[in-house]
């Protein structure tokens, strides 16, 4: 499964010149935490997060701490408040493909502790955004629909075998795999690629095979 099967493509976004108050206000009446930031081109700029909220306040207390201090000692604070979303959001953020699988998304967003990851095309321009919620409505997927991924896109279509030679069931995220197929190979493959399958939490493999790859005649 890919992150363009899942992600969410209505996505509401704003501009580099909007006030922060603006953003802020419409993230609260949207009850979202974070929004992306794109031209007049609809490319990714940035991302504003509550992170950046944060710090964006806690720069302004210093900054407040700043000026009592100037005021006591003659100086003068010349840096200004940020006070639209260009001067608080985050510049570059990491953004993914709508064509890389949802693992790997979900790896991304584990691995560097985001909540939701942009998606745009090969233009820079922005088609959607993944979340962790979109991420774990891909592990509740109906069984009978991850059964027959398994027997229409890993054993017939990827492996090319006759899918009535396997007998697959799931149960629960759980995949039981009984059958025959011509190769050891084969027979690691189609369990590695099942288990990598979204909404698979296990495999249970009781596949044989005709031919160990040892003595399998060439190609």
Same mark, same amino acid.
């Given at each position: 499964?890919?992150?363009?099967?899942? !992600?969410?493509? %209505? @996505? !509401?976004?704003?501009? +580099?010149?909007?006030?922060?108050?603006?953003?802020?206000? &419409?993230?609260?009446?949207?009850?979202?935490?974070?929004?992306? @930031?794109?031209?007049?081109?609809?490319?990714? $700029?940035?991302?504003?997060?509550?992170?950046?909220?944060?710090?964006? #306040?806690?720069?302004?207390?210093?900054?407040?701490?700043?000026? &009592? &201090?100037? =005021?006591?000692?003659? #100086?003068? #604070?010349?840096?200004? @408040?940020?006070?639209?979303?260009? %001067?608080?959001?985050?510049?570059?953020?990491?953004?993914?493909?709508?064509?890389?699988?949802?693992?790997?998304? =979900?790896?991304e967003m584990a691995d560097r502790g985001i909540k939701r990851l942009p998606v745009v095309n090969e233009s820079g321009e922005l088609v959607g955004i993944v979340s962790r919620a979109d991420i774990m409505a891909a592990f509740v997927r109906p069984?009978?629909?991850?059964?027959?991924?398994?027997?229409?896109? $890993?054993?017939?279509?990827?492996?090319?075998?006759? +899918?009535?030679?396997?007998?697959?069931?799931?149960?629960?995220?759980?995949? /039981?795999?009984?059958?025959?197929?011509?190769?050891?190979?084969? =027979?690691?493959?189609?369990? *590695?690629?099942?288990?990598?399958? *979204?909404?698979? @939490?296990?495999? /249970?493999?009781?596949?044989?095979?005709?031919?160990?790859?040892?003595? =399998? +005649?060439?190609?």
């Amino acid at each position: 499964m890919q992150v363009r099967e899942v !992600m969410t493509t %209505d @996505v !509401m976004t704003v501009g +580099p010149d909007i006030g922060l108050k603006a953003a802020a206000r &419409l993230m609260i009446d949207r009850g979202i935490s974070g929004l992306p @930031v794109v031209d007049g081109d609809g490319k990714l $700029v940035g991302i504003i997060t509550e992170a950046d909220f944060v710090k964006q #306040e806690a720069d302004r207390s210093h900054r407040r701490y700043r000026r &009592l &201090l100037d =005021a006591l000692f003659g #100086e003068r #604070e010349h840096r200004l @408040v940020g006070e639209t979303v260009a %001067d608080a959001m985050t510049r570059h953020p990491i953004v993914i493909d709508p064509e890389t699988r949802v693992a790997e998304a =979900a790896r991304e967003m584990a691995d560097r502790g985001i909540k939701r990851l942009p998606v745009v095309n090969e233009s820079g321009e922005l088609v959607g955004i993944v979340s962790r919620a979109d991420i774990m409505a891909a592990f509740v997927r109906p069984d009978e629909v991850i059964a027959a991924q398994i027997r229409e896109d $890993v054993i017939e279509r990827i492996l090319m075998i006759d +899918p009535a030679s396997v007998q697959v069931a799931v149960a629960e995220g759980v995949a /039981n795999l009984s059958g025959s197929v011509p190769t050891r190979t084969d =027979a690691r493959l189609l369990e *590695e690629l099942t288990r990598r399958l *979204e909404g698979v @939490v296990r495999v /249970n493999s009781d596949v044989g095979f005709e031919l160990d790859d040892a003595r =399998a +005649p060439d190609a």
